[in-house]
T-cell receptor, first 115, second 114 residues
Framework: AQSVSQHNHHVILSEAASLELGCNYS??????LFWYVQYPGQHLQLLLKYFSGDPLVKGIKGFEAEFIKSKFSFNLRKPSVQWSDTAEYFCAVNPITPGTYKYIFGTGTRLKVLA | NAGVTQTPKFRVLKTGQSMTLLCAQDMNHEYMYWYRQDPGMGLRLIHY???????AKGEVPDGYNVSRLKKQNFLLGLESAAPSQTSVYFCASSLGQGMVRKAFFGQGTRLTVV
């Protein structure tokens, strides 16, 4: 079955520390990849996406992610986190299968940034 | 246990026609959501509901109406379809506000407006 794994469930960092959140998926075909963020009390917000082309994608708020096809990974990075980055982060995969439309989310990573 | 079921799976409408998409969940979830997925974009929230009889606007509500008369059903209506509403629509449900961790998504509805 298709699935998305996020290895870190809870991460605590100090401000200015670097961040890397892991995301691996299980699907052998073409995929669209996303990272979403959910701030406390708010709905999902798209951070960045990969559809094709340069595997290093840049998103909002200084986030970036790298698609490594051979590793089925799409890890999220930020060089220097801020207190306002405290939120829950979700990796999502949209497998491209003709005639079917799926959206598979990872279980999420709760990030807490200490001021 | 069916989870979240969307009907129909595919539909082609003419501009100006109306239709209703049905989302049904059998998990007794309070929260239900309608999203649209367009090429090159992520999910965008259209409307959501935090319980039976309640609805609220999301990010892109214009041109859509919703109703949650029964807890298990969340209907998305298009009164006068426009080509800009050509999209794939996803319904989701969850127990509470921390939706995505334990959210369930429907299989999607591909709507084409010509």
């Amino acid at each position: 079955a298709q699935s998305v794994s996020q290895h870190n469930h809870h991460v605590i960092l100090s401000e200015a520390a670097s961040l890397e959140l892991g995301c691996n998926y299980s699907y052998g075909g073409t995929v669209n990849l996303f990272w979403y963020v959910q701030y406390p009390g708010q709905h999902l917000q798209l951070l960045l996406k990969y559809f094709s082309g340069d595997p290093l994608v840049k998103g909002i708020k200084g986030f970036e992610a790298e698609f490594i096809k051979s590793k089925f990974s799409f890890n999220l990075r930020k060089p220097s986190v801020q207190w306002s980055d405290t939120a829950e982060y979700f990796c999502a995969v949209n497998p491209i299968t003709p005639g079917t439309y799926k959206y598979i989310f990872g279980t999420g990573t709760r990030l807490k940034v200490l001021a | 246990n069916a989870g979240v079921t969307q009907t129909p799976k595919f539909r082609v409408l003419k501009t100006g026609q109306s239709m209703t998409l049905l989302c049904a969940q059998d998990m007794n979830h309070e929260y239900m959501y309608w999203y649209r997925q367009d090429p090159g974009m992520g999910l965008r929230l259209i409307h959501y509901s935090v319980g039976e009889g309640t609805t609220a606007k999301g990010e892109v509500p214009d041109g859509y109406n919703v109703s949650r008369l029964k807890k298990q059903n969340f209907l998305l209506g298009l009164e006068s379809a426009a080509p800009s509403q050509t999209s794939v629509y996803f319904c989701a449900s969850s127990l509470g506000q921390g939706m995505v961790r334990k959210a369930f998504f429907g299989q999607g509805t591909r709507l084409t407006v010509v």
